[in-house]
């Protein structure tokens, strides 16, 4: 152990750092980057206005996820703008060299879920793609940042990028989660408490008990919304836990590289007594299932609460707040969030598109169906997770339940595809943003939670206690 | 590559009031389906200056008094959300040069130091100031002055603030690292050398 204890973010940076530049920032190297349609057009035609090549192909991994829709398999899409997106990526990886996790390689899918099953997201390394939920990566014990398109083109040319370092907050949770509360919950709860700009200017290190005993899927979901709470990076240290869902992925490596690779990933987790520049402590029975009520994902209570009303503010801003979230939602305030109606139920995206996601929703929507008049969706994230929810036959259980289940991609979690909100339809969304017009119509109204709660409320047509709607204890 | 020295930046200034203005609402997702940053420009705000039916709403930028400014103001956490440099880009290509706001989502900033707009952050009640004097007079002009950290407006002045590394690269012209990054260049291959998963494929 070195003499000075230290952080993971510092070691990584540290591993990374090229050189310092004039203005202070510094130069950091970025392992592993991922690209994909959307952000990544205009940064390959800037790099050829500039005679540019992209410097480290061999870590450069795309795939296509914003705009595929996923009830058309067949190209050209409907859509051509979609269609010329898509060429547009073809094109860029096959002149440059990239590998690309198109479709018909059988591992495509929303780029926060292809990087780790592929085993590309690997502790200790620095990550970039153009994309804010890249913090996801971060589960692994990666520093993992969402990048804009200038950017894209600084690391398709350099492998790096001009960075100041953050501060680092460590958030601990402790203790075991009460029965039918999870990992989504756990990140609504710490938004919530810290604000949607609580975290600008720092990289979230999420430890304590309850992340220990987390799956690698439950850490995503936190990490990946870590940018929603401000904060660029979230992580958690490796442990066991990661390194045995590296083991045997495409990516990882094997024989005596994987046991060297071990010992290497173990060296960069934060050392005791490390200094952080803010350190938060919850206790994990305070976490509630929660809900959103307003326009982001601060805006969220336990599901036994009231909506908020703006005589209960807390400040000017806050009230100010409220009244404009409750306009918009068209929401009662004072009045409980539960017995909402809701019109459409989206199970998927970056967050909560996983396997374990759609298992346990399986495991609790077996035998049920889907309320009147309400249009349910499940998307797995890629096309891996949906052939292992098909193997299991997650796809029959949803299906019979009511849920069209979809092709991999991103979906209604941003509608730059066919799936969108229709006017003012209430969403229940097991995804990460809850913004204004964020479904794609622009009176459209989003409300996030766990998908199990989604689950609950799709059955019930109405925002629902999924503890009592599943009789979970 | 030679920048300018981006040193302060004068015109007009529009105010669109509200905190956590998110990058969905500055650009809404389905006019990034492009493969040119182009023509973002007319999208800016799209759905807040619009109804649903198209109808304009009679939003601050689309007040005729407020045509051609180059200085958008605003509240708190502006550009919160995705990392979306259309964002930026559309409020460039829309002719502003400059945001003054109370603070800024870490991502916006920086995308918007790296395209040359200075976003420098302001006390409220100084936004309030600056926000007052345009409303009495639409056609005052303000100085953005990056290097003396102050807006200049009539015979006033508010002080202003702004990440030092910011305001070094916009001062000194090194606002778009991608040279220095290049420079950098034999470094990197050392850096990399040193790191085993690099090598790996």
Same mark, same amino acid.
């Given at each position: 152990m070195s003499a #000075?204890?230290?952080?993971?973010?510092?070691?990584?940076?540290?591993?990374?750092?090229?050189?310092?530049?004039?203005?202070?920032?510094?130069?950091?190297?970025?392992?592993?980057?991922?690209?994909?349609?959307?952000?990544?057009?205009?940064?390959?035609? !800037?790099?050829?206005?500039?005679g540019l090549k992209v410097l480290m192909p061999h870590r450069t991994f795309a795939t296509v996820d914003h705009i595929v829709p996923t009830n058309e398999l067949v190209e050209p899409y409907k859509d051509s703008l979609a269609q010329a997106m898509m060429d547009e990526l073809r094109k860029n990886c096959a002149q440059f060299g990239v590998t690309f996790f198109d479709r018909s390689t059988g591992k495509q899918g929303i780029?926060?879920?292809?990087?780790?099953?592929?085993?590309?997201?690997?502790?200790?390394?620095?990550? @970039?793609?153009?994309?804010?939920?890249?913090?996801?990566?971060?589960?692994?014990?990666?520093?993992?940042?969402?990048?804009?398109t200038s950017q894209v083109r600084d690391v398709l040319a350099t492998q790096t990028m001009a960075l100041g370092a953050l501060k680092v907050r460590r958030i601990e949770v402790n203790g075991k989660l009460r029965a039918g509360v999870y %990992?989504?919950?756990?990140?609504?709860?710490?938004?919530?408490?810290?604000?949607?700009?609580?975290?600008?200017?720092?990289?979230?290190e999420y430890?304590?008990?309850?992340?220990?005993?987390?799956? !690698?899927?439950?850490r995503m979901t936190v990490c990946n919304m870590s940018i929603e709470g401000g904060a660029r990076v979230g992580y958690v240290n490796p442990d066991?836990?990661?390194? %045995?869902?590296?083991?045997?992925?495409?990516?990882?490596?094997?024989?005596? @590289?994987?046991?060297?690779?071990?010992?290497?990933?173990?060296?960069? @987790?934060?050392?005791?007594?490390?200094?952080?520049?803010?350190?938060?402590?919850?206790? @994990?029975?305070?976490?509630?299932?929660?809900?959103?009520?307003?326009?982001?994902?601060? #805006?969220?209570?336990?599901?036994?609460?009231?909506?908020?009303?703006?005589?209960?503010?807390?400040?000017?801003?806050?009230?100010?707040?409220i009244i404009e979230a409750l306009a918009y939602m068209k929401l009662p305030a004072g009045q409980p969030i539960k017995g909402t109606k809701i019109n459409v139920a989206f199970l998927g995206s970056c967050t909560n598109g996983r396997l374990s996601d759609f298992q346990e929703v399986a495991r609790y929507i077996r035998g049920r169906k889907v309320a009147p008049g309400v249009r349910a969706i499940a998307v797995p994230g890629s096309q891996i997770v949906a052939l292992q929810c098909e193997k299991l036959g997650l796809d029959k259980i949803l299906a019979e339940a009511g849920f069209e289940w979809r092709a991999a991609g991103c979906s209604m979690c941003l509608a730059m595809n066919p799936d969108k909100l229709i006017g003012d339809e209430l969403c229940a969304s097991s995804s990460n943003r809850n913004f204004k017009g964020r479904q794609g119509s622009v009176t459209g109204r989003t409300v996030l939670m766990s998908p199990v709660m989604v689950a609950a409320a799709a059955v019930?047509?109405?925002?629902?206690?999924?503890r009592e709607v599943f009789a979970v204890n | 590559m030679a920048l300018a020295k981006i040193t302060s930046v004068s015109g007009r200034g529009v105010f669109v009031p509200g905190n956590d203005i998110d990058t969905d609402r500055i650009i809404p997702a389905r006019f990034m389906k492009c493969v040119v940053f182009d023509g973002l420009g007319e999208f800016l705000f799209y759905d807040v200056r619009h109804t649903p039916e198209g109808a304009p709403t009679g939003h601050p930028i689309d007040r005729p008094e407020h045509k051609g400014a180059t200085i958008l103001l605003s509240g708190a956490n502006f550009g919160c959300g995705s990392s979306r440099e259309h964002a930026p880009q559309a409020i460039h290509k829309a002719g502003f040069r400059a945001v003054i706001a109370e603070n800024f989502a870490e991502i916006f900033f920086g995308n918007s130091t790296t395209l040359g707009i200075p976003c420098v952050n302001?006390?409220?009640?100084?936004?309030?100031?600056?926000?007052?004097?345009?409303?009495?007079?639409?056609?005052?002009?303000? $100085?953005?002055?990056?290097?003396?950290?102050?807006?200049?407006?009539?015979?006033?002045?508010?002080?202003? $603030?702004?990440r030092e590394s910011a305001r070094d690269a916009l001062v000194n012209g090194r606002w778009d690292a991608i040279g220095d990054l290049i420079d950098g260049l034999p470094a990197v291959q050392a850096t990399a050398a040193k790191l085993p998963y690099m090598s790996a494929a």
């Open positions: #000075q204890p230290k952080s993971l973010f510092e070691k990584v940076w540290e591993a990374h750092s090229v050189r310092k530049l004039a203005n202070g920032q510094t130069q950091l190297l970025i392992g592993t980057h991922l690209i994909h349609e959307v952000t990544s057009p205009q940064a390959f035609g !800037m790099l050829r206005d500039l780029v926060h879920i292809v990087g780790p099953e592929q085993g590309i997201t690997q502790p200790g390394t620095t990550i @970039a793609c153009g994309d804010s939920h890249t913090s996801t990566h971060g589960a692994f014990g990666a520093i993992a940042f969402g990048i804009g %990992a989504k919950d756990v990140i609504l709860h710490i938004i919530r408490l810290l604000g949607v700009n609580g975290g600008t200017g720092y990289a979230y430890a304590g008990t309850t992340f220990d005993g987390f799956s !690698m899927e439950e066991e836990t990661t390194f %045995a869902y590296l083991k045997g992925r495409p990516y990882s490596p094997t024989g005596d @590289a994987w046991d060297a690779a071990v010992a290497r990933w173990k060296s960069f @987790a934060s050392d005791p007594g490390c200094r952080y520049d803010d350190v938060v402590r919850i206790d @994990a029975a305070d976490i509630a299932p929660s809900v959103t009520w307003g326009i982001n994902p601060g #805006q969220g209570i336990s599901i036994t609460e009231n909506i908020p009303s703006p005589e209960t503010a807390t400040s000017d801003d806050d009230r100010a707040g019930t047509g109405v925002v629902s206690d999924a | 302001a006390a409220r009640e100084d936004i309030a100031k600056v926000a007052a004097a345009i409303e009495a007079n639409p056609a005052i002009e303000l $100085t953005v002055d990056v290097a003396a950290l102050e807006v200049r407006f009539g015979a006033e002045k508010i002080k202003i $603030t702004q």
